[in-house]
């Protein structure tokens, strides 16, 4: 793993929304099992709906981009490459953000860490249609991933649920690696608009 990874290592992050929110100690994390996804939001149902198949995106340093779609699960404390699950599609892009440079698939290829943030309180009410037996967390969750053209990556997947509780510092969305081009920038999710958001749940 290059530096620039190394270093995102201590980074924490991500928005997500969700139906049961819990506050759980930051070393709750133990073997559970870890489900997480790059969700669709419908703003438009009361309460909002959190549906599997979003997208989310980050920018490169000289604004070239690449956008992921996917979800999978792992165990929280194991290294070992056949407890991950998951993958979902990608797209690069020029920096005009619509001219294509590249497309296919991903798969995770194995754990390297995961931890959980402090969650906010009180519970904020969702429809969550990925998951209706498991508590939404903020935490950071760093996978290994493999592209369908050869080229390796790491994905970070950051959770922050909104409300009170969990710090500013912890960010919503991704940010990847693919061979030697860092995506470290992430793109911010919109108030109301589908797009570039995460959710990270611990399954019962």
């Known amino acids: 793993m290059d530096r620039s ?3 995102r290592l201590g980074l924490l992050g991500v928005m997500a929304v969700g139906v049961s929110i819990l506050p759980i100690d930051v070393a709750w994390a133990g073997n559970n099992h870890i489900r997480w996804d790059i969700p669709s939001v419908d703003f438009a149902t009361t309460p909002l709906t959190l549906s599997p ?20 699960t792992f165990r929280a404390n194991s290294g070992n490459s056949q407890n991950v699950t998951g993958g979902g599609t990608w797209e690069t892009f020029a920096e ?4 294509m440079t590249g497309s296919g698939t991903y798969q995770v290829s194995r754990f390297v860490s995961f931890v959980l943030a402090p969650a906010p309180s009180p519970s904020i009410p969702f429809i969550d249609n990925i998951c209706s037996d498991c508590v939404l ?9 493999a592209y369908s053209d050869g080229s390796d990556g790491v994905l970070f997947v950051s ?7 969990t710090p500013g510092s912890v960010f919503e969305g ?16 919109v108030s109301g608009v589908d797009g570039n958001r995460t959710a990270i749940h611990i399954l019962q």
Do not use: Q
Not at 96 to 99: L, R, S
Not at 159 to 165: L, M
């Open 53 to 72: 198949g979003g997208h989310s995106s980050a920018i490169a340093n000289d604004g070239t981009s690449i956008t992921l779609t996917g979800s999978g």
């Open 5 to 7: 990874n190394l270093k």
């Open 137 to 145: 967390h903020s935490g950071l969750a760093v996978l290994r991933i």
């Open 174 to 189: 991704i940010t990847v690696s693919k061979d030697f081009i860092d995506y470290w920038n992430r793109h911010n999710p």
């Open 159 to 165: 959770c922050n649920v909104p409300g009170e509780g």
């Open 96 to 99: 005009d953000g619509v001219t």
